[in-house]
């Protein structure tokens, strides 16, 4: 279970995201008033999706983090995937509208003016967007939380936007190309697009109970094995709930051993196991050595 400082640090990236994603987009609102950049546009469309998604996150979080009830014994934890899926959603609806626009402007052209001052608006953007990351990335460490990473994979994608935008905006400004603020804008939509579809894949993964990553289970099965009177094991399944992993697995020990004595190393391995994933709740099944029974192991293998 997750300490109260982590849940806490969880609120306050997501109170940090809300916050920022606001003034963001009043600061690019301003900077489309005064240029009328279709760059900047694309830029500010997105900071209002994040608008909606950071609310989204911490609506997620304040349900990830409850504790485990009568009808959700395993937790709220997937709250934070659907809040992932909802994201990718408002990504990809971003990319859409911004993809549409700048087609249209390519068709009816308009002169971006003022470049100066949207270039100086978009690098406070820019250097405010560096901050909220930094934070989140430090929330990511303690919390491994999948709202929390969904929500700065937004921030990430605003770096990379933010920093077409200050590209475009200077071409324009230094050399005059004016069709530069609008192949960046749709750059920026195709790049938005990929990752709203790469989000919303890691996120139907959590909600389908994907396992782990494989070189984490090798090293399960190795620490099992090799554990004090551990003479086999099999079935190990894993899931991931928000930041909260789950793994299931069956230990061989011999069976004339006291269920005490299976219990205590049963338990060895536990501590073993959470050592590689602090944030695991594990599960082991005592089975006698040798028995022959019906495992998941051959039902994958079949």
């Known amino acids: 279970m997750f300490s109260d400082k982590n849940n806490t ?158 590209v475009s905006l200077a071409v324009v400004h230094y050399i005059g190309w004016q069709w530069c603020d609008i192949v960046m804008a749709l750059f920026i939509s195709i790049y938005l697009l990929i990752s709203g579809i790469k989000l919303a894949g890691q996120a139907v993964a959590e909600i389908t109970d994907h396992e782990i990553d494989a070189e984490i289970k090798e090293k399960i099965v190795h620490l099992a094995r090799s554990s004090e009177g551990v003479k086999g094991c099999h079935d190990l399944r894993t899931r991931v709930s928000g930041a909260q992993i789950f793994i299931e697995i069956h230990l061989e020990f011999d069976g004339r051993q006291s269920l005490y004595e299976t219990h205590r190393l049963s338990n060895i391995v536990e501590q073993k196991i959470m050592r590689i994933c602090p944030q695991a709740q594990v599960i082991v099944h005592q089975d006698p050595y040798g028995i022959r029974e019906r495992r998941l192991d051959h039902e994958i293998k079949d």
């Open 9 to 166: 640090l969880k609120k306050a990236a997501a109170w940090a995201s809300v916050s920022t994603a606001v003034l963001l987009c009043l600061i690019k609102g301003a900077a489309v008033f005064l240029t009328g950049s279709l760059s900047i546009m694309s830029s500010m469309v997105d900071s209002l999706s994040d608008i909606l998604s950071s609310l989204i996150t911490m609506a997620a979080v304040h349900f990830s983090v409850k504790p485990p009830s009568e009808n959700h014994r395993y937790g709220y934890g997937k709250a934070e995937s659907i809040s992932a899926m909802i994201q990718a959603a408002f990504i990809v609806g971003s990319a859409v509208f911004i993809f549409y626009d700048g087609f249209d402007r390519l068709i009816h052209p308009q002169v971006v003016e003022k470049t100066d001052v949207g270039i100086v608006i978009m690098v406070i953007s820019l250097i405010i967007t560096l901050l909220l990351i930094g934070f989140q990335r430090y929330v990511i460490k303690k919390t491994n939380s999948t709202a929390i990473i969904a929500d700065s994979a937004h921030y990430n994608v605003d770096v990379l936007s933010n920093a077409a935008v200050i």
